[in-house]
Protein backbone atom coordinates (compact mmCIF):
# COMPACT_ATOMS: atom_id res chain seq x y z
CA UNK A 1 0.00 0.00 0.00
CA UNK A 2 1.32 3.72 -0.98
CA UNK A 3 0.83 6.19 1.45
CA UNK A 4 0.90 9.94 -0.02
CA UNK A 5 1.21 13.10 2.25
CA UNK A 6 0.20 16.41 0.52
CA UNK A 7 1.88 19.91 1.73
CA UNK A 8 2.17 23.33 0.35
CA UNK A 9 -1.07 24.54 -0.08
CA UNK A 10 -2.35 27.47 1.71
CA UNK A 11 -3.95 31.50 0.40
CA UNK A 12 -2.21 33.32 -2.24
CA UNK A 13 -2.98 35.68 -4.07
CA UNK A 14 -3.77 36.26 -8.02
CA UNK A 15 -0.43 36.13 -9.96
CA UNK A 16 1.38 34.23 -7.13
CA UNK A 17 2.76 31.65 -7.17
CA UNK A 18 2.61 27.59 -4.86
CA UNK A 19 4.54 24.69 -4.70
CA UNK A 20 2.97 21.36 -3.68
CA UNK A 21 4.53 18.46 -2.54
CA UNK A 22 3.87 14.86 -2.42
CA UNK A 23 5.87 12.53 -0.40
CA UNK A 24 5.39 8.61 -1.10
CA UNK A 25 5.82 5.81 1.29
CA UNK A 26 7.49 4.04 -1.44
CA UNK A 27 10.04 4.88 -4.39
CA UNK A 28 9.01 6.52 -7.45
CA UNK A 29 10.03 3.97 -9.92
CA UNK A 30 7.50 1.30 -8.27
CA UNK A 31 4.86 3.38 -9.20
CA UNK A 32 3.64 3.52 -12.80
CA UNK A 33 1.91 6.89 -12.54
CA UNK A 34 2.24 9.78 -10.13
CA UNK A 35 -0.60 12.76 -10.35
CA UNK A 36 -1.72 15.71 -8.81
CA UNK A 37 -5.74 16.35 -9.23
CA UNK A 38 -7.74 19.04 -7.91
CA UNK A 39 -11.57 19.69 -7.19
CA UNK A 40 -13.57 22.58 -6.46
CA UNK A 41 -16.40 23.28 -4.59
CA UNK A 42 -19.75 21.67 -6.47
CA UNK A 43 -17.47 20.41 -8.89
CA UNK A 44 -15.77 17.29 -10.17
CA UNK A 45 -12.48 15.97 -9.33
CA UNK A 46 -9.97 16.92 -12.04
CA UNK A 47 -6.42 15.64 -13.94
CA UNK A 48 -4.13 18.51 -13.04
CA UNK A 49 -0.81 16.92 -14.07
CA UNK A 50 0.87 13.65 -14.27
CA UNK A 51 4.49 11.80 -14.23
CA UNK A 52 5.04 8.34 -15.07
CA UNK A 53 7.82 6.31 -13.95
CA UNK A 54 9.82 7.20 -16.65
CA UNK A 55 9.26 10.35 -16.18
CA UNK A 56 7.14 11.91 -19.08
CA UNK A 57 4.83 14.79 -18.27
CA UNK A 58 1.60 15.84 -18.81
CA UNK A 59 -0.22 18.81 -18.00
CA UNK A 60 -3.88 19.83 -18.57
CA UNK A 61 -4.47 22.31 -20.93
CA UNK A 62 -5.85 24.70 -18.50
CA UNK A 63 -2.55 24.79 -16.41
CA UNK A 64 0.24 24.29 -19.42
CA UNK A 65 2.39 27.22 -19.37
CA UNK A 66 1.75 28.26 -15.75
CA UNK A 67 2.25 24.56 -13.53
CA UNK A 68 4.76 21.77 -13.82
CA UNK A 69 4.93 18.64 -12.31
CA UNK A 70 8.33 16.99 -11.95
CA UNK A 71 9.75 14.50 -8.67
CA UNK A 72 12.69 14.32 -7.18
CA UNK A 73 13.48 10.04 -7.07
CA UNK A 74 16.24 10.46 -4.04
CA UNK A 75 13.09 11.97 -1.59
CA UNK A 76 10.34 9.62 -2.99
CA UNK A 77 8.53 13.41 -3.70
CA UNK A 78 6.98 14.42 -6.43
CA UNK A 79 6.26 18.53 -6.96
CA UNK A 80 3.65 20.92 -8.29
CA UNK A 81 4.95 24.43 -8.99
CA UNK A 82 2.02 26.70 -9.47
CA UNK A 83 2.64 30.38 -10.92
CA UNK A 84 0.61 32.41 -12.47
CA UNK A 85 -2.30 31.44 -9.71
CA UNK A 86 -6.28 32.37 -10.63
CA UNK A 87 -8.83 32.81 -8.43
CA UNK A 88 -10.37 29.53 -10.60
CA UNK A 89 -7.17 27.57 -9.76
CA UNK A 90 -8.70 27.38 -6.25
CA UNK A 91 -9.71 23.58 -5.39
CA UNK A 92 -8.45 21.07 -3.23
CA UNK A 93 -5.31 19.41 -4.61
CA UNK A 94 -4.82 15.63 -4.26
CA UNK A 95 -1.82 13.73 -4.82
CA UNK A 96 -2.45 10.26 -6.65
CA UNK A 97 0.13 6.91 -7.37
CA UNK A 98 -1.47 4.23 -9.45
CA UNK A 99 0.03 1.14 -9.33
CA UNK A 100 -2.29 -1.45 -10.06
CA UNK A 101 -4.54 0.23 -7.72
CA UNK A 102 -5.04 4.09 -6.66
CA UNK A 103 -4.07 5.49 -4.14
CA UNK A 104 -4.72 8.77 -3.03
CA UNK A 105 -3.98 11.63 -0.27
CA UNK A 106 -5.72 13.52 1.66
CA UNK A 107 -5.78 16.79 0.19
CA UNK A 108 -4.31 20.48 0.64
CA UNK A 109 -6.53 23.19 -0.02
CA UNK A 110 -5.05 26.02 -2.30
CA UNK A 111 -6.65 29.46 -2.63
CA UNK A 112 -6.34 32.13 -4.88
CA UNK A 113 -8.00 35.43 -3.86
CA UNK A 114 -7.26 38.55 -3.40
Known amino acids: QVQLVESGGGLVQPGGSLRLSCAAS????????MGWYRQAPGKQRELVAT???????NCADSVKGRFTISRDISKNTVYLQMHSLKPEDTAVYYC????????WGQGTQVTVSS
Open 96 to 103: KAERGVEY
Open 26 to 33: ERLWSIYV
Open 51 to 57: ITASGTT
